[in-house]
């Protein structure tokens, strides 16, 4: 086990606490076999690389992360281990200093699924206990529904904002869950987060059947790039060359260079278990690989949720991390195939991605049947708003319907849950259900009248 790793998991647990912590504190939070005498050796190292501060000399002395450092005249997160900050200092040197460089490709040739991995078994067994929400034999996609809301506006407002989207988080959630834009922000802005919610619908709808393939990945570039590219790029692999700013990387212009590649990336993915291995390397490759026009990144982190989403795990949506980190860590690839800073940023946002979303879960609580059948009660739902249903009409229509989509033990919680979204349906719900809202007001009217 590399001390590396050890490290690096000490310096994420202090990045997740909002006040300096004991070292006795800081063992019993990292539920690791390490000793008290150990664990203070890894800090000491710490502190001397300047990544963490101790406050106080005696036994009761507590340790904080410091969340940023120099390098050069840019800012650099915590989040990165040593081993990371070499590799950025050299891609912060001024362009004219650093060579061309183009797509290598035995760097993926090298790469054999299950046995080799970017991420350390410690890291994956952290990382899988930090996600972990359901029992195993949950259907698939089963914590995805649950938290489907926050999954939506935090991954959406993350990607994009990664992308120079000016949206706040507020005004993230009110287009998204309202269809409700912000003044002054660009019809493109709009555009990239309302794709954003197609794309991660598509995730969370297709959780049963979906796969690391290259439909999958080509599906989700078409959901994300409808309207910002030209449309016979959406979907499909570019033919001319690109550039990336502030990189010297060059890649591939050959479309059937880039389609062999592409196929590649999603030929080893399918094969890898790890779902967080598997993740990673998603996002790796299809950023590295740049095959379409545009939207590469966007598509790199959605596919990254690919195996978490099927897994119950919780999702990565990218929180806490500055565009600076990302693209430091995106350019290591490109010009060293060096993935470090990119295992490192993965980890300590997830990390910071689970906590959050268990204040969600906790807040909003689990109904089975509401998460299980979404699908088959908003389909019905529809239906009773487009055929104009009474309320006595619609209740009797539920309840022959839910016999015959689902067992009897749930047909009981279903009703109860599409009448109680009837009686609450107002133009903030109609999203995705495909009705105006003059149908639905002439539908209100008839349902309140018996």
């Given at each position: 086990?590399?001390?590396?790793?050890?490290?690096?998991?000490?310096?994420?647990?202090?990045?997740?606490?909002?006040?300096?912590?004991?070292l006795?504190?800081?063992?019993?939070?990292?539920?690791?076999?390490?000793?008290?005498?150990?664990?203070?050796?890894?800090?000491?190292?710490?502190?001397e690389?300047?990544?963490?501060?101790?406050?106080?000399?005696?036994?009761?002395s507590?340790?904080?992360?410091?969340?940023?450092?120099?390098?050069?005249?840019?800012?650099v997160?915590?989040?990165?281990?040593?081993?990371?900050?070499?590799?950025i200092?050299?891609?912060?040197?001024?362009?004219?200093?650093?060579?061309?460089?183009?797509?290598?490709?035995?760097w993926?040739?090298?790469?054999?699924?299950?046995?080799?991995?970017?991420?350390?078994?410690?890291?994956?067994?952290?990382?899988?206990?930090?996600?972990?929400?359901?029992?195993?034999?949950?259907?698939?996609?089963?914590?995805?529904?649950?938290?489907?809301?926050r999954?939506?506006?935090?991954?959406?407002?993350?990607?994009?904002?990664?992308?120079?989207?000016?949206?706040?988080?507020?005004?993230?959630?009110?287009?998204?869950?309202?269809?409700?834009?912000?003044?002054?922000?660009?019809?493109?802005?709009?555009?990239?987060?309302?794709?954003?919610?197609?794309?991660?619908?598509?995730?969370?709808?297709?959780?049963?059947?979906?796969?690391?393939?290259?439909?999958?990945?080509?599906?989700?570039?078409?959901?994300?790039?409808?309207?910002?590219?030209?449309?016979?790029?959406?979907?499909?692999?570019?033919?001319?060359?690109?550039?990336i700013?502030?990189?010297?990387?060059?890649?591939?212009?050959?479309s059937?260079?880039?389609?062999?590649?592409?196929?590649?990336?999603?030929?080893?993915?399918?094969?890898?278990?790890?779902?967080?291995?598997?993740?990673?390397?998603?996002?790796?490759?299809?950023?590295?690989?740049?095959?379409?026009?545009?939207?590469?990144?966007?598509?790199?982190?959605?596919?990254?949720?690919?195996?978490?989403?099927?897994?119950?795990?919780?999702?990565?949506?990218?929180?806490?991390?500055?565009v600076?980190?990302?693209?430091?860590?995106?350019?290591?690839?490109?010009?060293?195939?060096?993935?470090?800073?990119?295992?490192?940023?993965?980890?300590?946002?997830?990390?910071?991605?689970?906590?959050?979303?268990?204040?969600?879960?906790k807040?909003?609580?689990?109904?089975?049947?509401?998460?299980?059948?979404?699908?088959?009660?908003?389909?019905?739902?529809?239906d009773?708003?487009?055929?104009?249903?009474?309320?006595?009409?619609?209740?009797?229509?539920?309840?022959?319907?839910?016999?015959?989509?689902?067992?009897?033990?749930?047909?009981?919680?279903?009703?109860?849950?599409?009448?109680?979204?009837?009686?609450?349906?107002?133009?903030s719900?109609?999203?995705?259900?495909?009705?105006?809202?003059?149908?639905?007001?002439?539908?209100?009217?008839?349902?309140?009248?018996?």
């Amino acid at each position: 086990m590399k001390t590396r790793d050890q490290k690096l998991a000490i310096l994420r647990l202090l990045g997740r606490e909002p006040e300096p912590i004991t070292l006795l504190q800081l063992k019993n939070n990292l539920k690791l076999n390490y000793t008290s005498r150990t664990i203070r050796r890894w800090l000491n190292e710490l502190i001397e690389e300047g990544l963490v501060k101790k406050l106080g000399i005696t036994k009761s002395s507590k340790y904080v992360s410091i969340k940023a450092q120099s390098r050069t005249d840019e800012h650099v997160s915590g989040c990165f281990g040593t081993e990371s900050l070499v590799a950025i200092k050299e891609i912060s040197k001024p362009l004219f200093e650093r060579l061309p460089v183009t797509y290598n490709d035995d760097w993926l040739d090298s790469y054999k699924p299950n046995i080799s991995f970017y991420l350390s078994e410690e890291l994956r067994e952290q990382l899988q206990k930090s996600g972990q929400r359901t029992e195993s034999q949950e259907p698939a996609g089963t914590y995805a529904h649950q938290i489907f809301d926050r999954l939506l506006i935090d991954l959406s407002y993350n990607s994009s904002r990664l992308e120079g989207n000016t949206y706040s988080l507020l005004d993230t959630k009110r287009l998204l869950l309202h269809g409700d834009s912000a003044e002054g922000k660009l019809d493109e802005e709009k555009v990239m987060i309302l794709n954003h919610k197609e794309a991660i619908r598509y995730l969370v709808d297709n959780v049963t059947r979906i796969n690391a393939d290259l439909n999958a990945i080509c599906t989700l570039h078409y959901l994300l790039a409808d309207g910002l590219v030209e449309p016979k790029y959406a979907g499909k692999v570019r033919d001319y060359g690109v550039r990336i700013g502030g990189s010297t990387y060059i890649p591939f212009e050959d479309s059937k260079r880039l389609q062999l590649q592409l196929e590649k990336i999603a030929e080893k993915a399918t094969k890898i278990l790890n779902p967080f291995e598997q993740s990673l390397f998603l996002v790796t490759h299809i950023s590295y690989l740049q095959a379409f026009v545009d939207v590469n990144k966007r598509t790199a982190r959605l596919s990254a949720n690919i195996s978490l989403i099927t897994k119950n795990l919780v999702p990565h949506s990218f929180n806490d991390v500055s565009v600076e980190d990302y693209m430091s860590a995106m350019i290591a690839i490109y010009e060293l195939q060096d993935v470090r800073p990119l295992v490192d940023l993965y980890a300590y946002s997830y990390i910071r991605t689970c906590a959050a979303y268990d204040s969600t879960v906790k807040a909003l609580g689990f109904d089975e049947v509401r998460i299980r059948y979404r699908q088959q009660r908003r389909e019905i739902i529809r239906d009773v708003i487009l055929r104009g249903m009474s309320k006595s009409v619609a209740q009797t229509y539920i309840e022959e319907e839910s016999r015959k989509e689902m067992p009897k033990e749930d047909q009981k919680a279903f009703v109860k849950n599409a009448n109680e979204d009837l009686e609450q349906m107002d133009q903030s719900r109609i999203s995705g259900l495909g009705i105006t809202p003059e149908q639905l007001n002439e539908w209100i009217r008839r349902y309140w009248q018996n």
